[in-house]
């Protein structure tokens, strides 16, 4: 079976997330039901620097009251949807609403949104009580009723508010973070939870409709990291407003997010809730990111059938096209260890490894087949290194779903006779072309030859993803033009990693393309 190992072990570069996490989350989705005002709306929305695009086309509705998690790796565009939303930047194009109302080219103190950063940016000389109070200070608040001026103008007069109106407040957003004795002390002697705290009650004191968070837990340790998710869950449920939530943290937005929402390279993969999201994964990357993930390439035989690398098995799925190339997502916890003679037994497989870890058992193991490739299972059945054992998961949960993409398609212009302009590099081909021809370049996902040494290559290219499919990874490479190539690779490459692109002459299709299409 052709299968990714979603968490990396590896490297051990992410950590598990499990379905308990889920748990916590069942109120929320009833919750869910009854919260339907909208409160944010982004529609359309591009941001560019330097002409490179960070956020694509993005349209997002934001419900009053709801907890919603931008969820995604760096880079994504996350952060800077974020600072769209507060006003810190502006959109290169489309509409963000806020109640209805077009507030793009609003600026940040005249919209009721304040942010929580991860670094907390507290002012060192003042206490806790002044931090809080500092934004209090230069509110003002309507005095009385309007009245109508000489010029037949309705005027609203407005007042600072008064120290015991700013101590009230203050004292009430101290209660609220778990500080209630903690405003006569200095910053510098707070523990980096206890700032963020801080930070939390001064975004909150002023009685925001929307609090955006970028990241706040960032900086914080493990413990208190878990201790914070909790008292922020509490804080939400308490206050009743928005929370707009930033993080890279699967683990984080599973617990505490009403919505969340799975970015990557600027675009939205998929909006849903924890479980949704978590056992409905929308695609590959969704399933790779969220949790640990076992992810298969197969073909739809017939509705309700599926074939892995040779393997038929019963799923719940149809509409599919016959014989059709699919992903298959397997949860490692929803395939159960039995003996090979087990009637229930579907695949026989090697163990490689056997790991405790605290509340069941990672088994990596080798399917016996034409094809031999690994799977990572969660059970909390012992089992021996070497030992033959037989594997099986039920037929909904094999999670079905479409290949996003089967080959690299890009046009190009045909340098010269035989030689064919691609990404601002020139590649050789085997074509009577002539020079000047607007073409179509097909090349399929295996014909793409990536090098450790970018001069090797036609062009150079940066991994920004990979992907384990059990015999081979899947990468995306994406060049310093800002295009990206699709590639099966027999090498593990790590994100971030130099690489130069080659591709044989005769595995470049080309396809002239018509004038009346240019």
């Not at 159960?336 to 790991?355: G, M, N, R, S, Y």
């Not at 087949?369 to 594997?391: A, F, K, P, S, T």
């Amino acid at each position: 079976m052709d299968v990714k190992i979603g968490c990396k072990s590896r490297s051990g570069d992410k950590a598990p997330v499990r379905k308990k996490f889920l748990t916590d989350n069942l109120y929320k989705e009833k919750k869910m039901a009854t919260t339907s005002d909208k409160i944010i709306e982004i529609k359309n929305v591009c941001k560019s620097y330097d002409d490179k695009p960070v956020v694509k086309n993005l349209s997002l509705t934001i419900k009053r009251g709801e907890f919603v998690t931008l969820l995604g790796p760096s880079g994504c565009g996350k952060t800077t949807t974020l600072r769209m939303i507060a006003g810190f930047e502006q959109p290169t194009s489309g509409t963000i609403l806020f109640n209805g109302q077009d507030i793009t080219q609003l600026p940040p103190h005249k919209r009721n949104i304040n942010t929580v950063f991860q670094k907390y940016a507290l002012f060192p000389h003042l206490n806790v009580f002044g931090n809080i109070a500092f934004g209090l200070k230069l509110k003002t608040v309507p005095d009385g009723e309007p009245y109508v001026d000489k010029k037949g103008n309705t005027v609203q007069k407005m007042r600072n508010l008064t120290k015991a109106e700013i101590a009230e407040k203050v004292n009430n957003a101290l209660k609220m973070v778990d500080l209630e004795d903690y405003g006569h002390r200095s910053v510098n002697s707070l523990s980096g939870g206890q700032q963020q705290r801080v930070a939390i009650a001064r975004a909150i004191v002023n009685e925001p409709q929307v609090l955006l968070l970028d990241e706040p837990l960032g900086a914080l340790d493990l413990k208190m990291r878990k201790d914070m998710q909790l008292e922020l869950m509490q804080m939400h449920k308490q206050l009743g407003i928005t929370f707009v939530y930033v993080t890279h943290d699967q683990e984080e937005a599973l617990t505490m997010s009403d919505t969340i929402v799975v970015m990557k390279d600027g675009v939205i993969q998929q909006i849903g809730t924890p479980t949704k999201v978590y056992d409905e994964p929308a695609n590959a990357f969704v399933a790779d990111f969220i949790g640990e993930s076992n992810i298969f390439s197969g073909t739809m035989i017939k509705d309700f059938c599926v074939d892995i690398s040779g393997h038929k098995f019963e799923c719940v799925d149809k509409g599919f096209k016959y014989n059709e190339p699919i992903d298959v997502i397997i949860r490692p916890e929803d395939i159960k260890i039995v003996p090979t003679d087990d009637k229930q037994c579907l695949v026989e497989a090697e163990v490689l490894t056997c790991v405790f870890k605290g509340d069941h058992y990672q088994v990596t193991a080798l399917t016996f087949g034409d094809e031999r490739n690994e799977i990572v299972i969660h059970d909390n059945v012992q089992v021996n290194v070497g030992d033959r054992i037989g594997l099986y998961i039920k037929p909904f949960d094999f999670h079905i779903m479409h290949k996003a993409r089967l080959i690299n398609t890009l046009e190009g212009e045909m340098y010269d006779k035989g030689v064919v302009e691609l990404c601002e590099g020139r590649f050789p081909v085997d074509s009577d072309l002539p020079e000047g021809t607007k073409v179509k370049a097909i090349i399929d996902f295996d014909d793409v030859e990536l090098t450790d040494d970018e001069n090797d290559g036609i062009i150079g290219a940066t991994i920004i993803s990979t992907i384990y499919k059990g015999s081979y990874y899947q990468c995306i490479v994406r060049t310093d033009t800002y295009y990206d190539f699709f590639v099966d690779s027999d090498y593990e490459w790590l994100i971030g990693d130099r690489v130069g692109i080659k591709i044989a002459p005769d595995k470049i299709l080309l396809e002239e393309i018509p004038d009346n299409e240019e």
